[in-house]
Structures are given as C-alpha cells and as structure tokens.
C-alpha cells in the first residue's frame, strides 16, 4: 500500500551532549528577537535607516510650513482685493454715466 519505505536509525545521545547544548540564556535571546516586532528592528537600529527617516520628516515639515505660508500669502491676497472693491463700485458707477 504505502510506496515509499523509511528507515529510521535511532542515535542514541549520551548525557554530556545534551548538556553541552543546553544554554538557556541563547534560548532566551532567540526567543527575545523573535517576538519582537520586525519595524523596531529594522528601522531605528541602523544609522542609515535613521538618518533617511530623519531626511523624509524634514522634507515633509518644510512642506506643511511652505504650505502653511502661501494659504496666508493667500489670504493676504484676497483681503488686499476686498480693499480694492471700493474704487471699483466708483468706476461701475462712472460707466453707468457715460452710457446714458
């Protein structure tokens, strides 16, 4: 029925080998940077990692306060138009005249 035969050889381990490889602070060690979390490893161990991290907030900051600037350049704009709708009703109303 089953195609495939194994043949299984037992090795018998003496005590002193299984002692040589018990070392439970190795044990811990694995176990400890198992579990922990793959982006603190990768992104603020290294130096480079941290220093692109560093460039790319920069980069995004100086683009909030560009920004930040030109909607107030903006509205400086828009307040120094409403400034000038005053003489414009004067011109409007000179037109008026000078059709009739």
């Not at 089953?2 to 070392?23: L, P």
């Not at 930040?68 to 409007?92: C, F, G, M, W, Y």
Request: no cysteine; proline share 2%.
């Amino acid at each position: 029925m089953a195609r495939y035969k194994f043949e299984i050889k037992k090795n018998e381990i003496s005590e002193t080998e299984i002692n040589e490889t018990k070392n439970f602070k190795k044990f811990m060690h694995r176990y400890n940077s198992a579990v922990e979390p793959l982006w603190r490893k990768m992104l603020f161990r290294r130096k480079q990692s941290r220093f692109w991290i560093s460039i790319v907030l920069i980069f995004v900051v100086s683009l909030l306060i560009i920004e930040e600037s030109d909607k107030h350049a903006a509205r400086q704009i828009q307040t120094d138009t409403n400034i000038d709708l005053v003489p414009r009703q004067v011109i409007l109303q000179t037109d008026s005249i000078k059709t009739e």
